[in-house]
């Protein structure tokens, strides 16, 4: 069985059968049938389909984001956030895919000769719990209109909400099954991987995880994104606005409990205005009120799980024990579910084990630095590459910057998000390929040359 349990209460709300062979076989079938179909539809007619998936989502709102917050924990304001940005990405692909997937023509020897974008087929998207929605959401839009179908294998603690999206699909009235979830554990992945109705693979989640969905698709060469893990770098220079850049660093620790890849997790400060930085940092920290992830006002939720609380405070403990200081926070909170305190550590070093692993949970790491060189000797110096923040009123020099740091996207005096328009991933150990954007629907598809004669003279 699968079983849905409140992490904030620890108490099952539902169970659900495996998918049998035959079902699995059933729903593959109907997968692989309905998109070919959907296949055959010219963009203009897929566009008013999106429309209704965004809907629908609009519609069942308040209930969708009730059901991500029973599941995983995170306040009832982000989970209603989290719905709106799914409708909010399929209007936005509903609009530009025409223009995505418009012809391009090139010039050369030819009576004609174009880029066409070609659907690839079936795609098994592998996704995680932190974001039950918005990590399915945001590759099924640019699947979808690209004339692909999608098959779902979610995380093994939110089935209701897999269910959930399948509902909206339904709803929205797409063809039966081109959207499907299936009800299985992570060992049957691979052999989903190999079926060769599934096209390609898009997966979220950890890196380990990642290398292994690489292998098996690279044996069945077979096409794929990963978006992994992170240890986002979190740069504040000497010249930055100190007191808009902790608000901010704030949010871009604590927000979803801290249980996001993009997430910054080390705040890497100059030393002339460390002090300042850190007086601010932890007085907001403080103001974080944990609790009930359905209260309002609540702004830090449960974790998703025991265990990834545990992994979380034995990750700080070590930190300490390594020389870290605990500025607040620290320890697991007493009674039922899977709640954690806001934590911030300074005088971080670069071999500690919260700077050296990815921190997946309310816990922050301030490391002091003498140089901008030096800030980005030590954002560059773990093996991920998915986001960076940038604090600086330079811009020229923060223009050179940027193409310093390792990273799939860089904010200058922002905070790392993924938006519909912008291509979003990561380079090194957190992934390749990009979702998102004019890219992130042109990965999953056939980008097909087409050469027209006679030749020119």
């Known amino acids: 069985m699968i ?14 059968a495996h998918h049998t062979e035959s079902d699995m076989e059933s729903r593959l079938s109907q997968a692989a049938k309905a998109q070919k179909s959907w296949a055959q539809l010219d963009v203009q007619a897929r566009r008013p389909y999106l429309n209704k998936v965004a809907a629908a989502l609009r519609q069942q709102k308040e209930a969708l984001a009730k059901i991500i917050t029973l599941e995983m924990g995170k306040p009832l304001s982000e989970a209603l956030g989290e719905v709106e940005k799914c409708a909010w ?9 025409p223009n995505f997937l418009a012809d391009q023509v090139i010039a050369s020897a030819a009576t004609d000769s174009r880029v066409v974008y070609d659907p690839l087929g079936l795609v ?3 996704m995680p719990w932190n974001y039950p929605f918005w ?7 640019p699947v979808l209109i690209g004339g692909n179908g999608m098959v779902l294998k979610h995380a093994s603690n939110v089935p209701q909400c897999a269910m959930a999206l399948e509902q909206v699909f339904k709803n929205a009235g797409l063809p039966e099954g081109l959207f499907s ?5 992570a060992s049957v992945v691979p052999r989903l991987i190999q079926d060769e109705r599934i096209a390609a693979v898009t997966f979220t989640g950890s890196t380990p995880v990642g290398r292994s969905i690489a292998s098996v698709a690279g044996q069945a ?9 992170g240890s986002d770098p979190f740069i504040v220079l000497a010249d930055a606005d100190i007191e808009a850049a902790a608000a901010v660093g704030v949010k871009a620790r604590f927000q979803n409990t801290g249980q996001s890849c993009i997430s910054s997790k080390r705040f890497i400060v100059e030393a002339s205005v460390a002090e300042r930085f850190k007086d601010a940092f932890v007085a907001l920290t403080q103001k974080l009120v944990v609790g009930d992830p359905l209260a309002a006002g609540t702004t830090i939720g449960s974790m998703a799980r025991r265990n990834l609380r545990d992994e979380l405070h034995a990750q700080v403990v070590a930190s300490v024990g ?9 320890n697991p909170i007493d009674g039922p579910g899977a709640f954690y305190q806001p934590t911030v550590l300074d005088h971080v070093t670069p071999s500690m084990t919260v700077a050296r692993e990815e921190t997946f949970g309310p816990a922050a790491a301030l490391m002091r630095v003498r140089s901008v060189d030096e800030a980005i000797e030590v954002a560059n110096g773990t093996p991920f590459g998915l986001g960076a923040s940038l604090w600086t ?5 923060a223009r050179q910057l940027t193409r310093q740091i390792d990273s799939g996207a860089v904010f200058v005096n922002g905070m790392v998000a993924s938006d519909p328009r912008l291509p979003f991933g990561g380079t090194k150990q957190s992934g390749y390929g990009r979702e998102l954007g004019y890219l992130g629907l042109h990965e999953f598809t056939n980008i097909k040359t087409v050469w027209t004669g006679p030749a020119k003279a």
């Open 124 to 126: 098994l998207a592998v």
């Open 322 to 330: 390594e020389g870290a200081r605990l500025l607040t926070g620290g």
């Open 3 to 16: 079983s849905s349990i409140n992490p904030a209460n620890d108490q099952l709300l539902a169970e659900f």
């Open 181 to 185: 979830t299936l009800m299985v554990g």
């Open 89 to 97: 990405n399929f209007d936005f692909y509903a609009e530009q895919g």
């Open 135 to 141: 990590q399915v959401m945001r590759a099924a839009a």
């Open 221 to 229: 060469l077979k096409k794929q994104v990963l978006e992994l893990g």
């Open 393 to 397: 009123r330079d811009l020229d020099r």
